[in-house]
């Protein structure tokens, strides 16, 4: 194992009804900005759970935080914050209103240059250091990212076309409402899109090199195995309360740091998806499912102990040879994401293949970006990856 | 699922070489106490490592804190922080000093009229609540109770003979570091005893009543089969760096709260362990290795869909019928129990089980204790139980 440091203050309540403890949870003084996205939350009654909850406070309302928060729309809310002088973010939604307003919250005291120093991670660039944030809390109402219990913040810039992110322990929300009721409205792709976001975050941080760690192996496992077992539950019957509580805890699970503790962790599937979205618009879990494929058989090498690991423990796969186990693990996995309607091949979006292998290896090579828990993912590897 | 409400503000520093650190994790102004056990720390050089991290830092030491931490040492050394001053405490040890320090920080800004309030949780009272703590940071020598990693503390009264607990969220560590490499030198007892206690931190929680919670289970299930995995390595090779640092991140995980989110527990055999070690004298682990046989065997028909799931995901028991598995099941864990040189039976400290019964039942009748997931673990069925 190696070493590791894991602190997560996250305050997480979750069940049935808890949506009315955001008064009780947000700071009783000051002004709160409560942002969310293009209004499903009036839909489905959450808006009017939250302002019931928050009756009386002082509340200011930023709408409009869209998929893959757009920096342009971030900042039209931190000069509004700074306007109405926020002292709290409460945001209502899924990963990218809950992304989009980490960016805000640490965007509002920023001293530096240029605000978009914050986000140049990702990019070959350490980024710009947070200092401060506003402090915020989170309503989550769709599994997926696991932002709603990390420190991380993913942010696209639509006039040059980048999506970028940033962690800071400073923007760690200080409670999350997790009601898996909320999720009973969700639109099929949505609730395919996050299991599968959710699984792919476990594979970059289990699929990689065999550490000795065997208790994190097994936590990895666990939410694999409960995405897979509980997916067509909520498919089939998106109403059952189980399911979608059993799913949303998985997704939270799979990136608050725990399962991550000590071992090496890869990214790459992430790094490359990003470009797709920023270039083609693929929604995050589409591009994750169409990349991880292909980059796995690429991998099968560097992966190879853990490929047949996955396969044995998830899917039940003995073969001859480890490379034949390793690659009906890929299968497998490819099975399962198209089993929850996530296509696995860019022809499916009509994007032919060679073309968006040559336009990400040209903005990959730009900046010299070299991605993977053995740095080996060059722009070149990118370019075969997205061909194959 | 059941609601739940998670929160652990603990950083945990883990890994080869990380004592060091504790200057930086330590507050820089103020009074630091230091506390430890009986002075295997300076055998082992523990010691030395954290005062030559903490050169140049204002520090007092209190020496001496026993396992089975007593009310009473703990009373000399509120005394000596209120005396001297301190501004924060840092436990370095095993479960007992740091359980102890716990207390200690509790009791120090205490304003009750008898600090021993404080304590009377698990004696069928709530306990006086506490409403502050000295902050505190502990560096954990010995893996077993999970204390490093959460809000509990467990103490001991020698006047009364009474082994009481309380929880607070006031006395979460700030830091704990783990480095295995302190485990090395434990005797082949303590490790062994740590594993147990582990152990039966995750039967408490996982071998109730199933409320369909597949992840909990599976994160329950891994600290399980690690610890299983792990125990003979440590015991024949006590310096294998990967079993010790497994075991000590499987001890941590079993009580920091995580797989007793939204499930129902039990703490029915802690309860009880608690007597005997208070009548008795005997170690924390060796009272679980006794109880717990005698109380599933006992409980078979309420926990049964759980015995039968840990049997077959556990030990890979299958059986005619369930009733057989669940015997099969709790077999297994005794034999484990055995393997690993922690006894389960009374018999072997040469106690009369029959005359055990008798004075726990009358020790716990006289308190109308109740304990177990279901409350009916009376003072009838706490004799039954030791007598069995």
């Known amino acids: 194992?190696?070493?590791?440091?894991?602190?997560?203050?996250?305050?997480?309540?979750?069940?049935?009804?808890?949506?009315?403890?955001?008064?009780?949870?947000?700071?009783?003084?000051?002004?709160?900005?409560?942002?969310y996205g293009g209004g499903s939350i009036k839909r489905n009654g959450v808006y009017d759970q939250v302002k019931e909850a928050l009756k009386g406070r002082d509340v200011v309302e930023f709408e409009g935080i869209e998929a893959n928060p757009l920096y342009e729309t971030c900042m039209k809310a931190v000069k509004l914050c700074q306007k109405e002088k926020v002292d709290f973010i409460l945001a209502v939604g899924g990963g990218s209103v809950i992304d989009g307003s980490k960016f805000i919250a640490a965007a509002v005291p920023y001293q530096g240059k240029d605000t978009w120093d914050i986000l140049r991670a990702g990019a070959g660039d350490e980024g710009a250091e947070v200092k401060s944030a506003i402090p915020l809390g989170t309503v989550l109402t769709l599994p997926a990212t696991g932002t709603e219990m990390n420190a991380n913040s993913v942010v696209s810039r639509k006039s040059t076309m980048e999506k970028r992110y940033f962690s800071s322990p400073f923007v760690y929300p200080q409670f999350s409402i997790l009601d898996p009721e909320t999720t009973f409205t969700l639109p099929e792709k949505q609730t395919a899109n996050g299991i599968v976001d959710a699984f792919v975050h476990v594979v970059e941080q289990y699929l990689t090199v065999d550490v000795n760690s065997p208790l994190q192996d097994r936590q990895a496992e666990a939410v694999f195995l409960t995405l897979i077992e509980e997916a067509p539950k909520a498919l089939a019957n998106p109403r059952d309360y189980d399911a979608r509580a059993n799913i949303m805890w998985s997704a939270t699970c799979a990136l608050n740091g725990l399962i991550g503790c000590g071992v090496q962790q890869d990214w790459a599937t992430h790094m490359i998806g990003h470009e797709l979205t920023a270039v083609y618009g693929l929604d995050h879990a589409q591009t994750l499912a169409v990349v991880l494929p292909p980059l796995l058989r690429r991998?099968?090498?560097?992966?190879?102990?853990?490929?047949?690991?996955?396969?044995?423990?998830?899917?039940?796969?003995?073969?001859?040879?480890k490379d034949a186990a390793a690659e009906k693990t890929i299968v497998a996995i490819e099975a399962f994401f198209n089993s929850v309607g996530v296509p696995t091949t860019l022809s499916a979006y009509n994007i032919k293949s060679s073309?968006?292998?040559?336009?990400?290896?040209?903005?990959?090579?730009s900046l010299n970006s070299v991605f993977g828990e053995h740095a080996d993912i060059t722009p070149e590897a990118v370019r075969d990856i997205l061909s194959a």
Chains 1, 2 share one sequence.
Do not use: W
């Open 1 to 35: 194992m190696l070493n590791f440091v894991f602190h997560n203050p996250v305050k997480i309540v979750f069940g049935k009804g808890t949506i009315s403890q955001v008064g009780e949870l947000a700071p009783t003084k000051g002004r709160i900005m409560m942002t």
């Open 299 to 321: 991998q099968k090498k560097a992966k190879l102990d853990k490929l047949v690991k996955m396969g044995e423990r998830i899917f039940g796969i003995c073969a001859a040879d």
């Open 355 to 365: 073309e968006a292998a040559a336009v990400v290896y040209r903005r990959l090579k």
